[in-house]
């Protein structure tokens, strides 16, 4: 699977790696606890099976042209299920919104990539930085309410941009920078 992800300025990426530690300090599923390299705060814009060279210049293209783009975290997602996801809202911003169709669309229409997860779909995405993951079980012996006040009110809103962008491949756990 192929990743195409934002990366955010470096004081958001300090704000974002800050509440990690602060849910891991509180004993919480924290990112802080994701030790892999390419470990990092990051929005995911669309992912395939496969990237075909041609459509990744033009996604790198894409996103050469729109990069910078203006940022905003200010709220908390929890999702549910045997995982359980607490993440950093970001704010759906029309610039940011319309990028994210094209790269998704290029994906889409272009054949050879394969099957396209429906939740990151334009009509269904919700653009978020996670900041812990874990089974349910951990999530509900630790105080949720904490976790949540901890993310959402560690430093209110933050602002910055989205300063650059990149590939994940899940296979190889390896990425390739694509706007730097």
């Given at each position: ?55 990744r ?38 610039p ?35 900041l ?49």
């Amino acid at each position: 699977m192929h990743s195409v992800e934002l990366l955010p300025d470096a004081d958001t990426d300090r704000a974002v790696r800050d509440v990690w530690r602060q849910l891991a300090d509180r004993g919480l599923p924290s990112q802080a606890h994701h030790r892999h390299p390419t470990n990092r705060p990051h929005l995911t814009l669309a992912t395939a099976d496969r990237l075909p060279p041609e459509t990744r210049a033009e996604v790198l293209r894409v996103l050469a042209e729109a990069l910078p783009l203006p940022l905003r975290l200010d709220g908390v997602v929890w999702w549910s299920g045997r995982v359980r996801v607490l993440a950093w809202t970001v704010r759906p911003e029309p610039p940011l919104l319309r990028l994210h169709e094209a790269v998704w669309r290029i994906l889409h229409d272009t054949p050879g990539t394969g099957a396209l997860p429906p939740l990151l779909a334009p009509a269904r995405w919700v653009p978020h930085i996670t900041l812990g993951r874990g089974a349910a079980a951990r999530w509900a012996a630790a105080d949720e309410e904490s976790a949540a006040l901890t993310a959402g009110a560690a430093f209110g809103a933050v602002t910055g941009e989205w300063a650059s962008a990149r590939r994940y491949d899940s296979v190889t756990r390896t990425v390739t920078s694509l706007v730097p």
